[in-house]
């Protein structure tokens, strides 16, 4: 719509059947384009304007304003720099400029244009936007203090709000305003995108409505929906929304491209992270976790310890991510430092004010005693939330563990078998707990399938030592034996034969009360005969005199 509009301020003489058609038609002024907010036709018209020696009075000035509001900042910055070179330059311009350098990530050039600027109500807005930017406490009160009870100043109020994780903050001001002022739509979205930060997606899908009725087409408001779509639904609704948008955003809006592109990344679970997301890191806030998070689903822990590691996390998500990092990197590595630091963030998100009662808070205490293995503390915080994570195989991993450390193996084991992923079904951590849930509840041949299933390995060998040594305890001395003999095959160590001689007489006894079938003694010997131990014959020999004395065949 916007490009057509500006056809008849660039193009040529008209085709001559289009003549009669335009006839009559002028060409629309500066102050109409900019009221109708059409900035790529009063460029086009300013251009026209400078092209044939009609200089419009602050055309440069105007066409510095019309694409910063395009978000052509590149543009708006040569405009605007060439201003200030000229002798006759307008103070506010500066300013503007600083703006410009604002919205290019440039705040360090966006603050020494601003303080050459003179004192203004948007001087001051952006001086607060700055010190938040640099961590500036004291600058940030000092600007706060300056705002006034008028819209733009509370507007930014609530931007900085927003941008501390202060949302319901942010939301009582959004409110406050749309009270006097119902036809600033737009507030809608911001009202919409702090309960989506506040995990209410559908609240933020019912305000964001009001705004799409009137603005079908508005990049921001598509894909903030398509985003609450993605956390109600799942990715391919959330692409579905997008369809539309990424089939007829115009170049106007390469901003809204960008964090398109970054989205879709997301929606589909990391496909193309690695052509997407590099670029768009420092530039959408949210593109270096989402890589990180890539790289933790790779596998590659310490791609994403590097990426992360000189983050100074400010938002729940970025203490959060660290934590995961780091609990990651110490397992992976065997460090407690790591694993230290992994439970301190874990700690400072899941007791802090805005955290404590949200999901991802709860699931953080959870993640900080399950660190420091207080099993009974993880489960008070895992049971609070467990309904919303029925069918999440990670959820139900760290559940399971939880209720085996505590001793539950009847209820570990259910939710042990509910995980699906083939990934985590062939980690040992899996494989070994659920083993001795299987020991626990009596069902020792299945912890021995288990163990049938594996490869040779360190960790069969690891798993074989679990049920020898469970089995023992648990007085299921045939599996115990079986395992202790394999055992003893793989390592000479004797502590193998005196398991494995203890679970055969184990075995034998179990006979005698009649808890043990009779016809397992035949392999009990057969266990014992594989062993060349002066102990074998002496113990082989009294088992055989009462299988013959019970008419047990051998």
Known sequence: ???????????????????????????????ELLALRDFTGAIALLEFKRHVSEQEEDADLWIGYSAFHLGDYKRALEEYEALTKQPACNPDVWVNLACTYFFLGMYTQAEQAALKAPKSRLQNRLLFHLAHKFSDEKKL????????????????????????SHYQEAIDIYKRILLDNREYLALNVYVALCYYKLDYYDVSQEVLAVYLQQVPD?????????????????????????????????????????????NLVVFRGGEGALQVLPPLVDVIPEARLNLVIYYLRQDDVQEAYNLIKDLEPTAPQEYILKGVVNAALGQEMGSRDHLKIAQQFFQLVGESASECDT?????????????????????????????????????????????????NFSEAEEVFLLIQSEKIKNDFVYLSWLARCYIMNKK?????KLYLKMETS?????????????????????YSAKAFDVLERLDSNPEYWEGKRGACVGVFQ???????????????????????????????????KWAKENRVPL
């Open 1 to 31: 719509m916007m490009l057509s509009r500006a056809k008849p301020a660039v193009a040529g003489i008209p085709p001559p059947g289009d003549r009669r058609r335009k006839k009559g038609k002028k060409v629309p002024q500066l102050e």
């Open 218 to 262: 508005s990049t921001i408001a598509l894909n903030l929906k398509a985003c609450n779509h993605f956390r109600l639904y799942n990715g391919k609704a959330a692409e579905a929304e997008l369809k539309n948008l990424t089939d007829s955003a115009s170049s106007s809006f390469e901003f809204g491209k960008e964090l398109i592109k970054h």
């Open 458 to 478: 360190g960790e069969s060998f690891n798993l074989l030592q679990l049920i020898a040594n469970d089995c023992y305890k648990m007085r299921q001395f045939y």
């Open 141 to 164: 009160m000092s600007s706060h203090q300056n705002l006034q009870d008028i819209t733009e100043d509370q507007l930014s109020l609530a931007s900085i709000h927003y941008m501390r």
């Open 510 to 544: 179990m006979i005698l009360a009649g808890r043990e079938a009779k016809e397992t003694l035949r392999e009990v010997l057969h266990l014992l005969k594989s062993t060349g131990n002066s102990q074998v014959e002496y113990i082989v020999r009294i088992m055989k």
């Open 359 to 407: 999901i991802p808070g709860r699931q953080c205490m959870s993640s900080c005693f399950f660190l420091l293995r207080q099993f009974g503390n993880v489960l008070i915080y895992l049971n609070s939330v467990k309904s919303y994570f029925y069918n999440d195989d990670t959820f139900n991993f760290n559940y399971a563990q939880a209720k085996a450390a505590m001793g």
């Open 444 to 448: 020792p041949q299945l912890a021995w």
